[in-house]
């Protein structure tokens, strides 16, 4: 019965009814919109940089630390037998200076073989023209210190007996990335350029892995490093982005309880009349509470259903275009592309219209609770309590 | 007939909370209905009458003094009970109608007898006598906001009578009907009244009413000052 009485009530009411309808199916529509493009945004920085600097794993020189560079003169070593002439991808890397405009920069030199196959870097447009050194550079760092293609920049390097030398290089290219580790304050070289610029032949600091078959295998001055491992560092900042990705969730949800809580509250007043008469014409308390709460739990249901109609495709169109980043990808330190494609889970799907429907049963509840023990005779006159 | 008693009411007084004291709306009411009685509760605007058919509907208590209907004490029945009671026994027909504002004129009559859970056939048969009872049936899918005065009235009779309960309280039902609704509607309920032997009492000040009334009760400042059987008035003059 309650649920006859609760649908004749909000279908009785007409608009009102498609009204609050329409601003809870905001709520869901918003919330499994903005936690899929989180969602994806995570996907897409995890993907890229397997892409773009993990592979399938790496191999470290016993003496690598990728956080402190000063160590990096020591941390070089003939690149392993049973690895090289693999599908793999050799790096050595060494500091470097250049000098654009004049100024002094700091960079990390990386010298990477021309035809690897296991990272995307654009490694075959490192072509030798004039004699002169080629290199590669991202587009953050080409933006940031004015670099343009075919431009001549002086390189200042040490080689491994500490002896400083000088070069003219030239960009051969400039890449563009969403990975900022292989970009920011990085100039990518060929291995054999390198090797020969710091007397380091057949040296490398890691050995990037690009199939699994060479994962894993115990080679001596060698350490291998998952993609697990690889990837911890940029779990973390997801996973503390997610906890902020989760407070808006929270938020979102904040805002969705507080509209169907304001109506329902509104309902005490504007209804109280009704209600009284509900309790006048034999209703029990309880019967009043489970009514009202169904009505709310329905609200959302219907919601849920307009949701969709209107949310199915505006969720599918921006899957395919992707969402335009409005702030420039270099505030963050990982990767973000320009354009995010958002991914929506089952489970984001289900667990949003499962909380939802629980909050709105939920706060529905509570006013009805109070309605409920309103003195009768002073609802039926509507007397605001 | 039988005269059985179906509200007694003893040393009944109602106070309310006015400011810092008290405001005495009923003062030491000793009254008894029987059944099929077919009374009114006459008096100034403030005498209490509203006050009185509250209690003896449930929806309120009395602060001394005790209130029987349908041998239940009324100052001692639960929430829950008292529902029971209105739902079971009693059609309310308020001053103000109260009618559900969102449910078309035949949902509203209905209502009573959703709670009661009537089955879906009978259901249909009672609710469309009702309403031809008060002479709606053309209005049966209007809502509320779209019927004037007299005819709220007459869906709040209907719906209170729609149950055939024991007992109906009428809280100036023909306030705002036009004479000849009013006695077409008067006559229903004595013909309810005869054939089923329900009981009515009425809070008015129609003079329309007062000629069908069997029983005049008169209150004046929350106290009884006159208890008459018209029957007996008439033997007397
Ligand atoms: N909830 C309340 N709180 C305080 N005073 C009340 C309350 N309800 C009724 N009263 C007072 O009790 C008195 C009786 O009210 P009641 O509504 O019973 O009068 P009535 O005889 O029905 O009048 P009318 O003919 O105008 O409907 C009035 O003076 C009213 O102000
Ligand atoms: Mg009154």
Redesign the pocket.
């Known amino acids: 019965m309650s649920i006859k009485l609760a649908l004749r009530n909000l279908l009785g009411a007409g608009l009102r009814t498609w009204l609050n309808v329409i601003v809870l199916s905001f709520s869901y529509v918003i919330i499994i919109w903005y936690q899929g493009l989180i969602d994806g945004w995570n996907v897409q920085a995890r993907r890229d940089m397997i892409a773009w600097e993990i592979a399938q794993g790496q191999y470290w020189h016993e003496a690598y630390d990728s956080y402190d560079p000063f160590t990096l003169e020591d941390s070089h070593g003939s690149i392993p037998d049973n690895l090289a002439g693999g599908n793999v991808a050799p790096i050595l890397i060494t500091q470097g200076t250049i000098y654009p405009e004049g100024r002094i920069q700091g960079v990390i030199l990386k010298g990477i073989a021309k035809d690897q196959q296991v990272l995307r870097l654009p490694t075959d447009r490192l072509i030798k023209e004039n004699g002169e050194i080629p290199v590669l550079v991202g587009k953050r760092m080409a933006t940031n210190n004015k670099l343009k293609e075919g431009d001549y920049l002086t390189l200042r390097w040490r080689d491994s007996n500490g002896t400083f030398d000088a070069t003219e290089v030239r960009i051969a290219g400039i890449f563009s990335t969403d990975v900022p580790s292989v970009d920011q304050g990085n100039v990518w070289l060929t291995l054999e350029d390198l090797q020969q610029m710091t007397q380091s032949e057949g040296e490398a600091t890691l050995i990037v892995s690009g199939s699994e078959s060479l994962n894993n295998m115990n080679i001596s001055g060698w350490d291998f490093k998952s993609m697990d491992f690889l990837l911890a560092d940029l779990d973390q900042i997801i996973k503390q982005k997610s906890v902020g990705g989760s407070i808006m969730y929270i938020l979102l949800l904040l805002l969705a309880m507080l509209a169907i809580f304001d109506t329902q509250i509104l309902s005490i007043f504007r209804r109280q009349k009704e209600i009284g008469t509900f309790i006048a014409l034999g209703m029990t308390r309880k019967q009043v509470v489970k009514l009202f709460t169904i009505e709310g739990g329905m609200n959302s249901v219907l919601a849920a259903l307009v949701g969709a109609v209107y949310g199915v495709p505006l969720l599918i169109m921006q899957y395919k275009v992707g969402y335009a980043m409005p702030y420039e990808p270099d505030d963050f330190g990982i990767a973000i592309s320009e354009v995010i494609y958002p991914s929506y889970s089952l489970g984001l799907i289900l667990g949003t219209i499962i909380i939802v429907m629980l909050t709105a049963t939920i706060v529905s509840y509570i006013p009805a609770r109070k309605i409920a023990k309103m003195n009768p005779?002073?609802a039926i006159k509507g007397?605001i309590q | 007939m039988e005269k059985s008693s179906i509200i007694e009411i003893n040393n009944l007084i109602?106070r309310?909370?006015?400011g810092g004291g008290f405001?005495t709306?009923?003062d030491d009411i000793n009254l008894s209905f029987s059944k099929g009685e077919f009374t009114g509760i006459v008096?100034?605007?403030?005498?209490?009458?509203?006050?009185?058919?509250?209690i003896l509907g449930s929806l309120d208590v009395p602060t001394e003094g005790e209130a029987t209907v349908l041998d239940k004490k009324i100052s001692t029945l639960s929430h829950k009970q008292a529902a029971q009671l209105r739902n079971g026994h009693i059609g309310f027909i308020f001053?103000t109608y109260n009618l559900l504002p969102v449910y078309t004129v035949y949902e509203n009559v209905e209502f009573p007898l959703l709670l009661l859970k009537m089955p879906a056939r009978e259901r249909e048969k009672a609710v469309q006598e009702a309403i031809e009872w008060v002479g709606l049936t053309d209005k049966i899918k209007s809502k509320p906001a779209q019927l004037s005065g007299g005819e709220s009235q007459r869906v709040a009779i209907a719906r209170a009578m729609v149950k055939k309960p024991e007992l109906v309280l009428a809280?100036?039902p023909t306030a705002n009907l036009d004479s000849e609704n009013s006695h077409h509607i008067l006559r229903t309920m004595e013909k309810l009244n005869n054939d089923l032997n329900t009981t009515f009492i009425f809070?008015t000040?129609d003079e329309k009413v007062m000629s069908y009334l069997k029983r005049i009760i008169r209150?004046e400042d929350?106290q009884v000052v006159k208890d008459d059987w018209m029957e007996l008035k008439e033997a007397a003059s």
């Open positions: 005779t002073d007397k | 109602k309310f909370p006015v405001f709306a009923l008096g100034p605007s403030g005498s209490g009458k509203t006050t009185l058919l509250n001053q809280d100036e809070a000040h209150l929350g």
